[in-house]
């Protein structure tokens, strides 16, 4: 199975950058996804990472540590639009996904 | 229709009742997935199908039951509802089981 920890919720002002944590302990891995998901609406894909290292997508970025069981995603010049929850998720050897139980970010003005 | 659509988009259903949750998706994608949504403990497997005609179990399988007879439907359903099973429900669908997944906008079920 999957133990996959992200803290519960953030809070940043707008125009800031906030950096969400994601450890995972995992019986296989094959992936991990970031999605953002409004309130009241189904996720979208973010990123997705496989190999070490950092992907970046305009103001978003994912960073993946396979032996230290660690990622993150960095949002930067945060926009209140940018306030919705952020689940981290291990795909497993089956391509079976298993989320956390996300990440509530608050964007302030 | 244009990615997933899922029926209803609410319902409230007496305990004991039977209740199929529908899934279509245009995009054919060959997996397919069911997933529902409590607060604070994130989305979490029923179901899943790797192609038409294949079903497996996901990490909460019980009570539940799918079925894939072509590539576009995955329903869902629930055979006798209990209030446990109250929650928000998800269908996903991805191509060839290893991109990412793309979800309809979900059922929100309570039963009484």
């Known amino acids: 199975g999957q133990n996959i920890d992200q803290p519960t919720e953030m809070t940043a002002t707008e125009g800031a950058i906030v950096q969400i944590n994601c450890t995972y302990q995992t019986s296989g891995f094959n992936g991990l996804f970031w999605y953002q998901q409004h309130a009241g609406e189904a996720p979208t894909f973010l990123s997705y990472?496989?190999?070490?290292g950092l992907e970046e997508k305009g103001r978003f970025s994912s960073f993946l540590s396979r032996s230290k069981g660690y990622s993150y995603l960095l949002l930067k010049e945060l926009q209140m639009k940018d306030s919705a929850s952020y689940l981290c998720?291990?795909?497993?050897?089956?391509?079976?996904?298993?989320f956390g139980a996300g990440t509530t970010v608050t964007v302030r003005a | 229709i244009a990615g997933i659509t899922q029926a209803p988009t609410s319902q409230i259903l007496a305990a004991g009742r039977r209740m199929t949750l529908r899934c279509t998706q245009d995009m054919r994608h060959n997996a397919m997935y069911w997933y529902r949504q409590d607060l604070g403990l994130g989305l979490r497997l029923i179901h899943y199908s790797n192609t038409a005609g294949t079903t497996g179990k996901g990490e909460v399988p019980d009570g539940y039951s799918v079925s894939r007879a072509n590539t576009d439907d995955f329903p869902l359903t629930l055979a006798s509802a209990v209030p446990s099973q109250t929650s928000v429900y998800f269908c996903?669908?991805?191509?060839?089981?290893?991109?990412?997944?793309?979800f309809g906008p979900g059922t929100r079920l309570t039963v009484l």
């Open positions: 990472n496989v190999l070490d």
């Open positions: 998720a291990v795909r497993d050897g089956d391509y079976k996904l298993s």
């Open positions: 996903a669908s991805s191509d060839r089981a290893y991109n990412e997944q793309f």
